[in-house]
């Protein structure tokens, strides 16, 4: 058995969720790749996948071997760009996570990343969960907020403040509030469940003063990507980060509210496995949108 080549096979399997779609992608017969991760099941003497007929899902041991697995690809891939002179060259498949906020200052700028690099693909997924390096096969992500202490690298790339803010429309005909408490007669637009604090416990400070009101919830945005163009279309007030209601506050779609009062600023920062090396095509992204974050 060659087993560096059932171990790619094996990670491939692992990013595409299927034998099939595996197969495909390093263009084999399916066949000949369940085979190999056959053999490399009995080599390392454990099960990898639990297969039923509706879905692949790996075991816990097998959770474990693809992490270490991966990371040996990768080294191994890296050393071969390094052999041939491309050290500072990105290439192949990238997969990245980012938090729904930062689409609208990213993927506008993705085509100068991908026209200065020719040899680098790009897949992206909405998610703000470092887990996700492992649950999804991600090479980076993009978070906002805290970060758990953890064995992965972390680099912060900048900041995103919240900032309040409505339609026009919908303030001609609801009213402007003029205090925080003033919310409390509008309603609100939430991204995440009404029971969560965190999103219909809303956090201003004033010099010494602090203050927290609860809003009105009227519609929910559960992954978060609908939340600026709800707000935007007049249905209630909103809280988004700044930097993803940036375009519509300055086209006037969207009015910021409460200018006297400063509402939660939180990190944002480019989470990836720890290693000897970092891939060139992590390093290139990390870099990319460190400067399209910074500030």
Same mark, same amino acid.
């Given at each position: 058995?060659?087993?560096?080549?059932?171990?790619?096979?094996?990670?491939r399997t692992?990013?595409?969720?299927?034998?099939?779609?595996?197969?495909?992608?390093?263009?084999?017969?399916?066949?000949?790749?369940?085979?190999?991760?056959?053999?490399?099941?009995?080599?390392?003497?454990?099960?990898?996948?639990?297969?039923?007929?509706?879905?692949?899902?790996?075991?816990?041991?097998?959770?474990?071997?693809?992490?270490?697995?991966?990371?040996?690809?990768?080294?191994?891939?890296?050393?071969?760009?390094?052999?041939?002179?491309?050290?500072?060259?990105?290439?192949?498949?990238?997969?990245?996570?980012?938090?729904?906020?930062?689409?609208?200052?990213?993927?506008?700028?993705?085509?100068?990343?991908?026209?200065?690099?020719?040899?680098l693909?790009?897949?992206?997924?909405?998610?703000?969960?470092?887990?996700?390096?492992?649950?999804?096969?991600? $090479?980076? #992500?993009?978070? &906002?907020? !805290?970060? *758990?202490?953890?064995?992965? =690298?972390? %680099?912060?790339?900048?900041? +995103? @403040?919240?900032?309040v803010?409505?339609?026009?429309?919908?303030?001609?005909?609801?009213?402007?509030?003029?205090?925080?408490?003033?919310?409390?007669?509008?309603?609100?637009?939430?991204?995440?469940?009404?029971?969560?604090?965190?999103?219909?416990?809303?956090e201003?400070?004033?010099?010494?003063?602090?203050?927290?009101?609860?809003?009105?919830?009227?519609?929910?945005?559960? $992954?978060? #990507?609908?939340? &600026?163009? !709800?707000? *935007?279309?007049?249905?209630? =007030?909103? %809280?988004?980060?700044?930097? +993803? @209601?940036?375009?519509h506050?300055?086209?006037?779609?969207?009015?910021?509210?409460?200018?006297?009062?400063?509402?939660?600023?939180?990190?944002?920062?480019?989470?990836?496995?720890?290693?000897?090396?970092?891939?060139?095509?992590?390093?290139?992204?990390?870099?990319?949108?460190?400067?399209?974050?910074?500030?």
């Amino acid at each position: 058995m060659d087993k560096l080549r059932a171990i790619r096979f094996f990670c491939r399997t692992v990013e595409a969720r299927s034998f099939a779609a595996a197969a495909h992608s390093l263009d084999v017969v399916p066949s000949a790749l369940s085979k190999a991760v056959a053999a490399l099941e009995r080599e390392v003497g454990f099960t990898l996948f639990n297969r039923t007929t509706r879905k692949l899902s790996l075991t816990m041991e097998g959770q474990a071997y693809y992490a270490r697995c991966r990371a040996i690809v990768r080294e191994l891939d890296d050393a071969e760009i390094d052999a041939r002179g491309g050290a500072a060259e990105p290439r192949g498949l990238l997969r990245v996570g980012l938090h729904p906020a930062l689409r609208g200052i990213l993927f506008p700028a993705l085509r100068g990343l991908l026209d200065a690099h020719p040899l680098l693909r790009l897949e992206t997924f909405i998610t703000n969960s470092p887990t996700s390096l492992l649950d999804q096969s991600l $090479d980076v #992500v993009l978070c &906002v907020g !805290a970060l *758990a202490d953890s064995t992965l =690298v972390a %680099r912060r790339l900048g900041g +995103a @403040a919240l900032v309040v803010c409505a339609a026009p429309d919908y303030l001609r005909r609801w009213g402007e509030p003029r205090t925080p408490g003033d919310l409390r007669r509008h309603r609100a637009i939430i991204p995440a469940r009404a029971d969560e604090a965190r999103s219909t416990e809303w956090e201003f400070t004033r010099g010494k003063t602090r203050e927290i009101v609860a809003v009105p919830v009227r519609l929910i945005v559960r $992954d978060g #990507v609908g939340l &600026v163009d !709800a707000g *935007a279309g007049g249905g209630g =007030v909103i %809280r988004p980060y700044e930097i +993803a @209601a940036r375009a519509h506050l300055t086209s006037g779609r969207l009015k910021a509210l409460l200018p006297e009062w400063s509402s939660p600023h939180h990190p944002i920062h480019a989470v990836f496995p720890g290693g000897r090396s970092v891939p060139a095509k992590v390093r290139i992204f990390v870099d990319f949108a460190g400067a399209l974050l910074d500030g």
